[in-house]
């Protein structure tokens, strides 16, 4: 069996999961934020499977909510997927993400309000979305090997 990490690609944010040779379930890891530039984020990843070695991608791809669709932002996930898991040398699965954010915050709850219940201040919201971020990349990774069980191939 070998180590999985599972990546939910967002705007600024990319949420991390691993899931580990005992084929037990999917777990949040980290968030880093996104580099100007696709090698920043293969630098940071690069910097964190140091630390937590992996064999496998699992990406979450954004597919169109009704219709299953590849739109504009799946396309963009695709690229950025191919050319991370090219430049790690990692064999690469993507995976449908559609409602895991949704199920993510679901999971974690409403973000907490600021003092005296008023509107959180600016760390909050950051912090909530990395939170959400790495929650979200736990459940399609989780999904993933679930699937890969069911299809009788086991975990990896």
Request: proline fraction near 8%; charge should be positive; glycine fraction near 12%.
């Amino acid at each position: 069996m070998s180590r999985v990490l599972g990546i939910d690609l967002g705007e600024r944010r990319i949420g991390l999961a691993i899931a580990g040779p005992d084929g037990g379930r999917a777990h949040p890891l980290a968030t880093i934020p996104r580099g100007r530039a696709m090698t920043d984020d293969v630098a940071a990843l690069r910097h964190l499977l140091e630390v937590n070695p992996v064999d496998e991608l699992v990406v979450g791809l954004p597919l169109e909510a009704r219709s299953g669709d590849e739109g504009d932002q799946a396309r963009r996930t695709r690229v950025w997927s191919e050319a991370v898991a090219a430049a790690l040398q990692l064999p690469l699965t993507l995976r449908d993400e559609r409602l895991t954010s949704h199920l993510a915050e679901q999971r974690v709850g409403p973000m907490k309000r600021g003092r005296s219940g008023g509107p959180p201040t600016r760390g909050p919201p950051a912090a909530y979305r990395a939170r959400i971020g790495r929650e979200a990349a736990a459940i399609h990774l989780h999904d993933e090997l679930d699937s890969r069980g069911r299809a009788g191939g086991g975990t990896p």
